[in-house]
């Protein structure tokens, strides 16, 4: 069961994410028909531990073991999507692929999950499209030292 909890439009969640740095080249993924790119990753099962989580997630979807080189952040968020309201706790790795994730040119798809793709990105280019959450984004021009705690709130995410 995902550390998921639905109320009507409203949704609380914990998600996992992470991302391979290596030859100035930054791992991100593309989830179906959205506007943006985001970090490979998803939900812990009740009772997992958060670092496990990540672990298996990124095995999941690309099939390559990686180990835990140090947290970045934890991120609380909150955006709207398909019409739910979500406030998420997000943490944020940085991975290490043990030298077995090539860098490759163009896209591969997610392989638990058809339509969803992944691909490098140059640091330098990122600036040149659209990341989501923003504030992680912007962790990978200049990794933090220790673990950062940061907030996000989207301009249409409103509480009546």
Known sequence: MDLEFVKNNLVFNNRVCGTI???????LVHYYDDDYW???GGR???GEIIDEAIVREFQEE??????I??????????????????HQHLFFYLLNDNNQFPIFDGEKEIIDEPGVTYRWFDIDKLNKIK?????LSN??????KHPLFLQEREENFKID
């Open 69 to 86: 080189i140090r947290l970045l952040a934890f991120l609380e968020n909150f955006f709207v999507f398909e019409n739910k309201m979500y």
């Open 139 to 144: 962790l990978i021009y200049n990794i933090p």
């Open 131 to 135: 990341i989501k959450p923003s504030k």
């Open 38 to 40: 985001t970090f490979i």
């Open 21 to 27: 740095i290596k030859d100035n080249k930054v791992l």
């Open 44 to 46: 812990p099962l009740f």
């Open 62 to 67: 690309t099939g390559t073991p990686v180990t």
